[in-house]
Nanobody
Framework: QVQLVESGGGLVQAGGSLRLSCVTS????????VGWYRQAPGKQRELVAT????????YADSVKGRFTISRDNAKMTAVYLQMNRLKPEDTAVYYC?????????WGQGTQVTVSS
């Protein structure tokens, strides 16, 4: 059974930090990339950052220099999103997305709320 468990969300003041985790299990295909997405109320889901099995990373312009995506190993059984200097506009539900060659898997989401 495929499981993606996200954690680390919460309420933080502007300028603070949070670290999100995405732990995967039960995925039999090789994971090619993992992405963090977010969706604010009334807005479309947007890409925040991705990391490939080779370690290549990509970030949305809005988070460059503040967020860092990392992984535990090349199998990417755990992927993290370190979020620094948080802003109120970072408030959203953050989702982990695991991409294999055949399937995409989504986590249940974790709420991040940044107060001004």
């Amino acid at each position: 059974q495929v499981q993606l468990v996200e954690s680390g969300g919460g309420l933080v003041q502007a300028g603070g930090s949070l670290r999100l985790s995405c732990v995967t299990s039960g995925i039999i295909f090789s994971i090619r990339a993992v992405g963090w997405y977010r969706q604010a109320p009334g807005k479309q889901r947007e890409l925040v950052a991705t990391i490939t099995s080779g370690g290549n990373t990509n970030y949305a312009d809005s988070v460059k220099g503040r967020f860092t995506i990392s992984r535990d190993n090349a199998k990417m059984t755990a992927v993290y999103l370190q979020m620094n200097r948080l802003k109120p506009e970072d408030t959203a539900v953050y989702y982990c997305n695991v991409m294999t060659g055949s399937y995409n898997y989504w986590g249940q989401g974790t709420q991040v709320t940044v107060s001004s």
